[in-house]
């Protein structure tokens, strides 16, 4: 079933890459050239985010670009199978996380045992990464910020023009409540995590789009804010 996006400023759209809301969120960006794709969720996300290309009238050679936000294999999964569906997209990476995609480096390690475990017998894929980013750079109209510490090379991006900030997994609800970080245990470094969550509110956003979970609806940076207020990593 394709996923049906959801038009959140003019030309960005939010896509359920899994068929439950808001479990995993990607962005499609208009371009003046194409689309650009901020993450790619799992391997069967695939087919939902070729579908909602379908659906926006976009054809494979439409997606010009694919931007991934951090190396977890729910942001990455579906790398491959759009690279099959569009061989053409030029895949862009943070420089700290581009050899962690690329396959060359091995994942964060994580302090949480069973986590740590999984880490350590997932198969990293293999993808080419064509150009990488550091903070300042800009993507698809919106301003790369480094959020280390969910993972060390972690980034989230701000659209200034929209008042549009992708947290990517700086915040998340994916176990309950937003979280700086999703969960503690998903951190690569937790009291980094919290200082990127400082340095983000930091910003000034109304609108915010998290990979996991329901953004809050209004006064999102006040909200965020108050997390952060909450979070007590140091
Ligand atoms: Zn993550």
């Given at each position: ?24 969120s990607v962005l499609l960006v208009a371009e003046r050239d194409g ?58 990476a943070p420089e700290r996380e581009a050899p962690i995609v690329a396959g060359e480096q091995p994942p964060d390690r994580r ?124």
């Amino acid at each position: 079933m394709a996923a049906l996006p959801e038009k959140i400023a003019p030309g960005i759209f939010r896509v359920d890459a899994l068929p439950f809301t808001y479990a995993i969120s990607v962005l499609l960006v208009a371009e003046r050239d194409g689309w650009t794709l901020i993450d790619t969720g799992v391997p069967g996300s695939v087919g939902r985010i070729t579908g909602a290309l379908t659906a926006l009238g976009a054809e494979p050679g439409d997606l010009r670009r694919i931007y991934l936000t951090h190396h977890h294999a729910d942001h990455i999964g579906g790398l491959a199978g759009l690279i099959a569906w569009a061989p053409a997209v030029e895949v862009i990476a943070p420089e700290r996380e581009a050899p962690i995609v690329a396959g060359e480096q091995p994942p964060d390690r994580r302090e949480n045992p069973l986590l740590r475990f999984l880490d350590e017998r997932q198969q990293m894929p293999v993808n080419p990464v064509a150009r990488t980013v550091r903070e300042g750079d800009i993507i698809a109209g919106f301003r790369v910020i480094a959020t280390p510490g969910h993972t060390l090379g972690h980034t989230s991006l701000l659209h200034e023009g929209h008042g549009l900030l992708m947290t990517a997994d700086a915040f998340g609800a994916l176990l309950a409540k937003v979280q700086v970080g999703g969960a503690k245990v998903l951190c690569t470094d937790p009291p980094q995590a919290k200082r990127s969550a400082e340095k983000l509110v930091g910003y000034d956003f109304a609108t915010a789009v998290l990979s996991h979970g329901q953004p809050p609806r209004d006064r999102a940076r006040e909200r965020l804010r108050e997390v952060t207020a909450r979070c007590t990593w140091a």
